[in-house]
C-alpha cells in the first residue's frame, strides 16, 4: 500500500509510555491513530508514515507489511540494546518523556528522506507461470492510471517488450542503458521526460531491441535506483520477475490462472513477497476453462483475489496487431480498477 504524509500509528501497550507517544505524535501535527489491538494495527500500519511501538506490542507489528525504516520503538525506561526485544522493529529505542525530543527530531528526519517519494505508489506485477498475461496486465494498470502520471518499467529484458503492447516500440525516449542515474539523484519529473510515452501519457521505460547478446543484464540495484525516482509521484508499475522485485514496493499483483499449476506457482510467489515485507494480492485470468474456483486459488496461494478477468475474446490477437486498447476492455477495465482500489 501507498504511504502517506498524514498519519502515525501509535501501537504501545504501556500506559506510561502509551501517553507520551500520543502527545509526541500530536506534536507531529499528523493524525495520529491510536491501534488498540492487533486487528487495528494491521489494519492502520501498511499506509502509516510512522509507527511507534513498544516491547509488549512488537509482535502485533510482526505479522504486518511495514517498512522497519519508518518504525520507532518506545519505553517509559530505556533498555540496552541486548535487552530490547523490539530492536529488530527500529534504529533505536527512545525513553519517553527523556527522550522525547530526539524522537520527534528522528521522525523529522524520516520526512526529510522520504518526502519526495511519499506521494508516488510502486506496484510490481509478478506472473505465477508463463503465458497469464502479466505484461498486458501491467499494462492495464499503466493505462488505467494515465491521469495519475503512471510510469511503466520492465524488468524482463528477454521477453517481449511493453513498448510493444503499448505501441510506442518507435517513439523517441530512452531505454535501459541510456539511462545514467548514478547516485540516485533524478527527480520523478526529470524521469518521465527522458522516457517514450504513450497517446494518453503513460510514460514507457523498457528494453532496447537488438541481436548482440547484452555483457551488463539490469541488477536489482540499478532497478532500485529508477524506481526510487520513479516513485516521487503518481503510480510506477514494475513488471518483473522475482528476483528484481523492487526493494521500494508497496504491493505486488500475482497474476495466475485459475488451474493447478499456476495456483501453485503463485502459492510460492505469495510466501516470497511476505518474506520481502511486501502485500501480495492475486488477479486471476481466464483461459477458455477453469479447474478452480477463485476460492481454491485463494486457499491455495495463501493470499486474497482481489479481481478476476474473464477471457475477452479477440484480446490476444488486438494487442498482438495493434496494441493494447486505449479504451480497456470492460473485464480488463474493472479489474485494473480494482487493482488500483487496493493501492489508493
Same mark, same amino acid.
Given at each position: 500500500?501507498?504511504?502517506?504524509?498524514?498519519?502515525?500509528?501509535v501501537?504501545?501497550?504501556?500506559?506510561?509510555?502509551?501517553?507520551?507517544?500520543?502527545?509526541?505524535?500530536?506534536?507531529?501535527?499528523?493524525?495520529?491513530?491510536?491501534?488498540a489491538?492487533?486487528?487495528?494495527?494491521?489494519r492502520?500500519?501498511?499506509?502509516?508514515?510512522?509507527?511507534?511501538? $513498544?516491547?509488549?506490542?512488537?509482535?502485533?507489528?510482526?505479522?504486518?507489511?511495514?517498512?522497519?525504516a519508518?518504525?520507532?520503538?518506545?519505553?517509559?525506561?530505556?533498555?540496552?540494546?541486548?535487552?530490547?526485544?523490539?530492536a529488530?522493529f527500529?534504529?533505536?529505542?527512545?525513553?519517553l518523556?527523556?527522550?522525547?525530543?530526539?524522537l520527534l527530531?528522528a521522525?523529522?528526519?524520516?520526512?526529510?528522506?522520504?518526502?519526495?517519494?511519499?506521494?508516488?505508489?510502486?506496484?510490481?506485477?509478478?506472473?505465477?507461470?508463463?503465458g497469464?498475461g502479466a505484461?498486458?496486465?501491467?499494462?492495464s494498470l499503466?493505462r488505467?492510471?494515465?491521469?495519475?502520471?503512471?510510469?511503466?518499467?520492465?524488468?524482463?529484458r528477454?521477453t517481449?517488450?511493453?513498448?510493444?503492447?503499448?505501441?510506442? =516500440?518507435?517513439?523517441?525516449?530512452?531505454?535501459w542503458?541510456?539511462?545514467?542515474?548514478?547516485e540516485?539523484?533524478?527527480?520523478?519529473?526529470?524521469l518521465?521526460?527522458?522516457?517514450?510515452?504513450?497517446?494518453d501519457?503513460? /510514460?514507457?521505460?523498457?528494453?532496447?531491441?537488438t541481436?548482440?547478446?547484452d555483457?551488463h543484464?539490469?541488477?536489482? $540495484?540499478?532497478?532500485?535506483?529508477v524506481?526510487?525516482a520513479?516513485?516521487?509521484?503518481g503510480?510506477?508499475v514494475? $513488471?518483473?520477475?522475482?528476483?528484481?522485485?523492487?526493494?521500494?514496493?508497496?504491493?505486488?499483483?500475482?497474476?495466475?490462472?485459475?488451474?493447478?499449476?499456476?495456483?501453485?506457482?503463485?502459492?510460492?510467489?505469495?510466501?516470497?513477497c511476505n518474506a520481502?515485507?511486501?502485500?501480495?494480492?492475486?488477479?486471476?485470468?481466464?483461459?477458455?476453462?477453469a479447474a478452480?474456483?477463485p476460492?481454491?486459488?485463494?486457499?491455495?496461494?495463501?493470499?486474497?483475489v482481489?479481481?478476476?478477468?474473464?477471457?475477452?475474446?479477440?484480446?490476444?490477437?488486438?494487442v =498482438?496487431?495493434h496494441?493494447?486498447?486505449l479504451?480497456?476492455?470492460?473485464?480488463?477495465?474493472r479489474?485494473?480498477?480494482?487493482?488500483?482500489? =487496493?493501492? /489508493?
Amino acid at each position: 500500500m501507498a504511504y502517506t504524509q498524514s498519519t502515525i500509528v501509535v501501537a504501545v501497550a504501556d500506559p506510561a509510555a502509551h501517553t507520551e507517544a500520543v502527545h509526541i505524535a500530536a506534536a507531529t501535527g499528523r493524525q495520529v491513530v491510536d491501534a488498540a489491538d492487533a486487528t487495528q494495527l494491521a489494519r492502520h500500519a501498511p499506509k502509516a508514515f510512522a509507527l511507534l511501538v $513498544d516491547a509488549a506490542r512488537a509482535p502485533d507489528l510482526a505479522a504486518t507489511s511495514v517498512d522497519r525504516a519508518r518504525v520507532f520503538t518506545v519505553a517509559a525506561d530505556i533498555t540496552t540494546p541486548a535487552e530490547d526485544p523490539t530492536a529488530a522493529f527500529g534504529p533505536a529505542c527512545f525513553a519517553l518523556p527523556a527522550q522525547a525530543a530526539d524522537l520527534l527530531r528522528a521522525i523529522g528526519a524520516l520526512s526529510l528522506a522520504t518526502g519526495p517519494q511519499a506521494s508516488g505508489r510502486v506496484v510490481a506485477v509478478l506472473g505465477a507461470g508463463g503465458g497469464v498475461g502479466a505484461s498486458v496486465v501491467a499494462c492495464s494498470l499503466g493505462r488505467a492510471a494515465a491521469s495519475q502520471s503512471a510510469m511503466l518499467i520492465d524488468a524482463h529484458r528477454v521477453t517481449g517488450a511493453l513498448d510493444l503492447i503499448l505501441g510506442v =516500440e518507435q517513439t523517441p525516449g530512452a531505454r535501459w542503458g541510456d539511462l545514467d542515474i548514478g547516485e540516485g539523484a533524478v527527480n520523478h519529473a526529470d524521469l518521465r521526460h527522458a522516457l517514450p510515452a504513450t497517446e494518453d501519457g503513460v /510514460a514507457v521505460l523498457t528494453f532496447s531491441r537488438t541481436k548482440v547478446a547484452d555483457s551488463h543484464p539490469l541488477t536489482r $540495484d540499478e532497478l532500485d535506483a529508477v524506481v526510487g525516482a520513479a516513485a516521487g509521484g503518481g503510480l510506477s508499475v514494475v $513488471d518483473a520477475p522475482l528476483p528484481l522485485l523492487p526493494g521500494r514496493c508497496d504491493a505486488a499483483v500475482i497474476v495466475a490462472a485459475p488451474q493447478l499449476r499456476s495456483a501453485t506457482a503463485a502459492s510460492r510467489l505469495v510466501a516470497e513477497c511476505n518474506a520481502a515485507g511486501v502485500a501480495p494480492m492475486l488477479l486471476l485470468r481466464d483461459h477458455g476453462w477453469a479447474a478452480l474456483s477463485p476460492a481454491e486459488v485463494e486457499h491455495a496461494a495463501g493470499a486474497r483475489v482481489v479481481a478476476h478477468v474473464p477471457d475477452v475474446r479477440g484480446l490476444p490477437k488486438t494487442v =498482438e496487431c495493434h496494441g493494447l486498447p486505449l479504451r480497456l476492455p470492460r473485464g480488463l477495465a474493472r479489474a485494473a480498477d480494482a487493482v488500483l482500489g =487496493e493501492v /489508493a
